[in-house]
């Protein structure tokens, strides 16, 4: 285990050093000839001067300082941080997909179109849904084109609806997506038993509702069980049934969201269908719709046509472009991959297992940490910490000393209706082992959070970066590296 | 200084301070407290019109962002401009220097909505 911290490249820099030296320009044009004075520069950029066995060195080694789903259990709830199979990985960075233009004409890309084609069908029969548009990039956006598309068919209806209701447990990203396209988000309450609160719903609907959006399971890891009256309200009401699938891993082969009487669902295939993921992407979050709206989905769209498969963009109330070219291709062709490594009854068990994991973590956990509610949970559970009982020791504190156990924290504060929330997704991929042994350690942490709170609060301690300032880095941002570097 | 025993609170957790025809407004030492230490704070424009129990201002935490809710309707007739540059304001005095804004009570009669010092305690307590 390394222990000690890495340097900056900055700090590493030695005037002159190079990794390459350019062959002498004498007797060339200088780029200073051709540019013109007030664009040049007063002085060389403050680069930092290296080897290239000091770059390699380096940022290898502060990817050997990484938490990753490849070199710990990473429990980040609402992520589904599971393992990413290497031969998806292998398969699209293949040259059939990776050497390909976007311009290139259909008839000799016949291969990733297919590709594409069968992944938006086989997305289909999962969700029970009749159409797929794969170019949303992300969950957010798959939600942000649900709500253009909510727009675009009540408009073509001669209704002008302007309201969505979310529930208070939702993801951020769903009034925000809302908010994006115009609409105006409203929050509807959970209940004590962390579900929809019916009646206050059934309150908030009315003829100025477009879109109703439900997370299912919700944020709580909890099945929505009334969701059948919900869509049904909604639909009485005129309004259509959105379902944020970013839990999809807890229901895929299980239950389709066409069958709960939703009419749009986007998928998070950086999730469920195992293609990495964090940092900020790239991620793909295709939507899927019913019949009724599948005229107004994103162009282009990939059709077959006479034994051809074809981009198309003659689509007439369709809501447009939302993405240059055709998504994140290479995310698409992973989930793809993954999609076709298993069968219909496989991906039920995958779906169990993440249960089965998240439900014998929970129970584990019970004796130190709450359960925010006290019942059986899908693949992800909700617990908490109690100052009270752990000497003031907070969530935050228990998440900065797991990593000194060597396990990623789980996602901490959300959801907000939750105080002191944790939210752990074990995922299916983990073995029983992994999860007793980080069972051992939070329970390890409650036993510390008795006797010896201070340490657990000043953690870490014992990593290479030790507890941050995070108040301070907030309040006062300083994002420039203050050294001089030395200037050739 | 809003002496907190004769504000006036709301379930999310702000409180109103009612002088005459306006009230000032800001979040409990409870809120604060839970939140934990404020990195950025995002106040309504003067002018202004507020609801009862909408959204108005923001305030952000090293945990998360929550909204502000307006205890009462009306007019906003000053804003705490200071604390932008001041978040810490409203953890170190929640009821003095961390107030948020004014508002100009277009509906006096909403205080009935509100719950008094000692019902607030009660429902930190207690949850009702």
Known sequence: ???????????????????????????????????????????????????????????????????????????????????????????????????????????????????????????????????????????????????????????????????????????????????????????????????????????????????????????????????????????????????????????????????????????????????????????????????????????????????????????????????????????????????????????????????????????LLKPAFEAFVDEPCMHECILQTDPKRMNGVRTMDVAKRLLEYGFYAPTVYFPLIVPEAMMLEPTETESKQTLDEFARAMLAIAEEARKTPERVKAAPQSLPVKRLDEVGAARNPDLSWPGRVSSS | MFNPEICLYAKSHEWAHVDGESATAGISDHAQHEITDVVYVELPQVGRVVEQGKPCAVVESVKAAFDVYSPFSGEISEVNAELASHPEWVNQAPHGQGWFFKVRLAKPGEKENLMSFEQYREFIKTGK
């Open chain 1, 1 to 363: 285990m390394i222990n000690q911290g890495e340097a900056t490249i900055f700090e590493k820099s030695v005037p002159q050093r190079r990794a390459i030296r350019f062959p002498a320009t004498e007797g060339l044009p200088s780029s200073k000839d051709g540019l013109p004075a007030e664009h040049r520069r007063a002085a060389s950029a403050a680069l930092p001067e290296a080897s290239e066995l000091d770059v390699v060195r380096h940022y290898t080694r502060l990817s050997q300082l990484n938490f990753s789903i490849d070199t710990h259990f990473y429990p980040l709830g609402s992520c589904t941080m599971k393992y990413n199979p290497k031969i998806n990985d292998q398969i699209a960075l293949g040259p059939r997909f990776s050497k390909l233009h976007p311009l290139q004409p259909d008839e000799t890309a016949q291969g990733i179109l297919e590709a594409l084609f069968r992944l938006e069908r086989a997305l289909c029969e999962l969700c029970g849904m009749d159409a797929f548009t794969l170019q949303p990039s992300a969950g957010a956006q798959g939600e942000f084109v649900g709500v253009l598309v909510a727009r675009a068919y009540h408009q073509k209806r001669g209704e002008n609806r302007t309201e969505i209701l979310i529930p208070d447990s939702a993801h951020g990203t769903n009034p925000a997506s809302a908010s994006l396209g115009a609409l105006t988000p409203i929050s509807v309450r959970s209940n004590a038993r962390g579900r929809l609160d019916l009646a206050d719903f059934k309150s908030r609907l009315s003829p100025k509702t477009a879109l109703v959006m439900l997370t299912v399971p919700n944020t709580l890891g909890l099945f929505e069980d009334d969701i059948l009256e919900i869509a049904e309200a909604a639909h009485r009401a005129g309004a259509l049934l959105y379902m944020d699938g970013a839990n999809f891993n807890a229901l895929a082969g299980l239950v389709k969201p066409g069958d709960l009487g939703v009419d749009m669902a986007h998928l998070n295939l950086h999730k469920t269908f195992s293609t990495p993921h964090g940092g900020g992407g790239p991620g793909a979050g295709p939507l899927g719709v019913k019949k009724h709206l599948e005229d107004f989905l994103p162009v282009p769209r990939v059709v077959e046509e006479a034994g051809l498969y074809r981009l198309r963009g003659d689509f007439p109330l369709s809501v447009g472009r939302v993405r240059a070219f055709f998504g994140n291709v290479g995310v698409l062709v992973r989930a793809y991959c993954y999609l076709r490594r298993h069968s219909a009854k496989e991906f039920r068990q995958i779906s169990e297992s993440a249960i089965l994991h998240a439900n014998y973590l929970k129970a």
